[in-house]
């Protein structure tokens, strides 16, 4: 792809001074437009050492309200960074709705940086490769732009600017010796780049590489196509672009049911299973430890019916683990601030770092239940986020090298019921139930297929759903514990 | 004060087993008055190595509800949280209404661990206390209950514990050379704890010191005291205790009136500032690169009228940065996750790492300002918070060896009247000017008095207040840049 660039490309002063502040003021105004649009943006800036990036980016930003935009510069990973899957440090860097964020370097510079060092690097990188672009469409689909750019010099001409920066005093120390290795390597990374541009050049996260010999052609270029991609998208009614990639809906019924019954085969007396839990929790702290000392971060969630007994299964579970290798996540309705980001940001943010245990007390399965049922998100949304949680669950698996395990804690009406009235019988317990929860129970029937077709869609190898039958609780915290003990010891 | 304790202390079987289960009934309980109550809780968990912190925790949570409670074990410091100073990473961490933080060990081990290498530790630890005091009696200030233990075990007591640890393959590779090396120094640090100990022993937050030889002693005490202490203030009518330490409404003017004026004595015409600017911004581009270079952070407050000319100002000064070594902060009213924080709590999460620039587009000041005059927060509130500020401030310039500076952006009312009305008249300015605008203005009068107060009494040598003169808005520009440098050089 590269060899078709020409290099040599100038444009005269003259030209320069004329269009540049033109597209400027545009920018500017588009800025406004997409911010009163509740547009994000999200600008990529790559390229070659010394290509520009530093002064494209301060270029750009000229004509932008500081305000609305935040700058991302793109380095070595910071540790809390290294102890979480790949994409993890871009996932919480993405923009609020009306915000622009520019990265400066971003997952492309970092996943070269990261993997080429690795003698499977070619295996490394197509995976790569596949998480990188189910990320973009992700965040494409949800409403974002993106725009990304490569600026393209030759080798000579990198080694004269590489020069010129050693010759000031200023800048001399940002020069590297790892800076001139990749330098020496040039050729050795042109194809291996021109292939990762290419496979990560999509409709909605299309590249756009820039000649950038001449530093005012440079501007010029990373300016029109920057203004002309976002006032296309300015001009588009609102939702008529993600509207483009709507998913049929799935009228056949899901192919893999997953068997969910409330009342276990076997069950246990609170003595028993005390005891079982007594045996299993010398396990699960050995096990705890193994995980922590190698780095293995799990995650589990818990979904299940108002009073299927998620909060007393979280809190017995939790007291078989070191308390310091968990957390327990809380999930409610996301408040104003997590509302302006893609809905898998708030969870992404809190992902377990590498040895540690996150309990998602309900999840982003919020998604294709309450969101589905009470009409909070667009059947096309919905629909799409199945697919979106199975890649960003099997993402996560691959690229921490830890796992999922989902429980469905599930009752029938009748206990429910009878749960609900025990509930407001007992003064200890009358704060457990709300006004909501029996709004909720009217809703019963509308949540049976979003739960089943759940359950169908999103149980995968790698994050499978485990019904938890919860009539019986001492039961359902055998085999929560039991189930968490298998597919965690199984990560060693 | 360590001698005085009781290191034989133990507890019968029966006397643990009777009296155990009331109490973490109790703890429970109390967690959700607490919750429903909005009242933060801060839990210190401190103690020689092997003392039993982990089993001391371990034991608290096993009564607590997993979602309400985060758990934060402290160890050395991430790369992002040694960017910032000193007692960042634990303001970052303070529990949200309702919540509970449990620290085991926390910012009085890392002072210790952080300090006591220097050799300037007395100094350095003399300034940690009265940072730490400060910090706890603003948390407790807004309505938090902070409780710290403190496990004391004997040198003895401690050998045979590491040794049982090391004999464990499960727990070996956790007694390093360092925690040895701590063991042979008992007593050296012995009198060094004891002073920290007592110096920051105070009525907001006091220690407990538990006689942590026998286990089932330590656990009793601590749930006791917990449950004591928190009982007592669940009792308490809201605001009752906050009321006591109510400081008295300073009837007399401030002491050191800040001269505001809004027309400056010279001016520039638009080309000789682009001139003077030019020139500057080659002073600034460099002293930027020193600042990044010596890793010293500086911030930056902006505060002033409506249409005073902030957002062209910060604008303007932004384009003389490297833009990939600031951030610029929009400050508007508090989300609803940010309410539940103190008031500080939001602006310090965005404090800038070392060698960094934050702009802050209004910013803490608000408290004194706005939510003064509307009403937003009570009149003991804000007259606290100008020791808190100014506390606050003198904290980040010590501990993190950078600088504020703190612009006051002045217009008088006619001029501010003319801005409004040519905003409204500019289509492509329309949207900088509200209904909320016009609304602040009627307000003038009442904003005069907490402005000036504002300004005299957090005005300090550490952080001062320059008024810029901004009837002329190139003036105001180039006054600004000028002080930037002149502060930020000044930290070289």
Redesign the interface.
């Known amino acids: 792809m590269f060899e078709k660039f020409d290099l040599t490309k100038t444009v005269d002063d003259k030209t320069f001074d004329t269009s540049l502040p033109a597209l400027k003021e545009k920018l500017g105004?588009l800025q406004?437009t997409l911010r009163d649009q509740n547009i994000p943006t999200i600008i990529v800036i790559e390229g070659w050492n010394a290509a520009g990036i530093?002064m494209s980016?301060?270029g750009i930003?000229?004509s932008l309200?500081?305000?609305?935009f935040?700058?991302h510069?793109t380095d070595k990973p910071?540790?809390?960074e290294r102890a979480r899957p790949f994409l993890w440090r871009f996932w919480v860097k993405t923009p609020a709705t009306g915000r622009i964020a520019i990265f400066?370097r971003s997952w492309y510079s970092r996943a070269l940086a990261e993997k080429l060092s690795n003698v499977s690097w070619k295996k490394l990188l197509k995976d790569e490769i596949i998480s990188i672009n189910n990320f973009e469409r992700q965040m494409s689909d949800s409403g974002a732009i993106i725009i990304k750019f490569f600026l393209h010099i030759s080798k000579d001409e990198q080694k004269m600017r590489l020069l010129e920066r050693e010759r000031n005093p200023?800048?001399a120390?940002l020069v590297t010796p790892r800076i001139w290795d990749f330098h020496h390597h040039y050729e050795t990374y042109l194809p291996i780049i021109d292939e990762f541009i290419e496979n990560t050049d999509t409709v909605y996260a299309p590249w756009h590489v820039i000649e950038a010999t001449d530093r005012k052609y440079t501007i010029l270029k990373v300016y029109s196509q920057l203004v002309k991609t976002l006032e296309k998208r300015a001009a588009a009614a609102p939702g008529e672009l993600s509207g483009k990639r709507k998913l049929k809906a799935s009228a056949s019924p899901p192919k893999n049911p997953v068997r969910r019954r409330s009342s276990a085969v076997s069950s246990y007396s609170k003595e028993e299973c005390q005891k079982t839990l007594d045996n299993l929790q010398i396990e699960m702290l050995?096990l705890h430890?193994l995980l922590f000392?190698r780095k293995i971060p799990f995650i589990i969630v818990y979904e299940g019916w108002d009073a299927a007994g998620k909060?007393g299964n979280?809190?017995r579970l939790?007291?078989h683990m070191?308390?310091?290798g968990y957390?327990?996540l809380?999930v409610s309705a996301p408040?104003?601030?997590?509302k302006n980001h893609h809905y898998l940001w708030r969870f992404i943010r809190h992902f377990p770092k590498a040895g540690h245990f996150a309990?998602f007390?309900r999840s982003w399965y919020g998604r294709v239940l309450v969101e589905r049922v009470e009409g909070l998100c667009s059947e096309p949304e919905w629909q799409r986020a199945y697919r979106e949680i199975n890649e960003m669950e099997q993402d996560y698996v691959t690229s921490s090298g830890g796992g999922i395990i989902k429980f469905w804690l599930e009752i029938d009406k009748d206990e429910q019921l009878k749960r609900f009235r025990q509930r407001e019988a007992d003064p200890?317990k009358q704060?457990k139930i709300t006004e909501d929860d029996w709004k909720n129970r009217e809703k019963w029937d509308l949540y049976e297929p979003a739960v089943n077709e759940m359950l169908a869609r999103t149980s995968t190898r790698h994050a499978p759903w485990i019904v938890i039958e919860s009539d019986d609780k001492w039961y359902a915290r055998v085999k929560t514990l039991k189930n968490v003990i298998r597919y965690a010891g199984d990560l060693l």
């Open positions: 105004i406004r530093t980016t301060h930003i000229q309200d500081p305000r609305g935040t700058l510069a910071g540790d809390e400066a200023l800048t120390w050995e430890y000392k909060g979280i809190t939790a007291r070191n308390p310091l957390h327990v809380p408040n104003d601030y997590e309990i007390d200890l704060y």
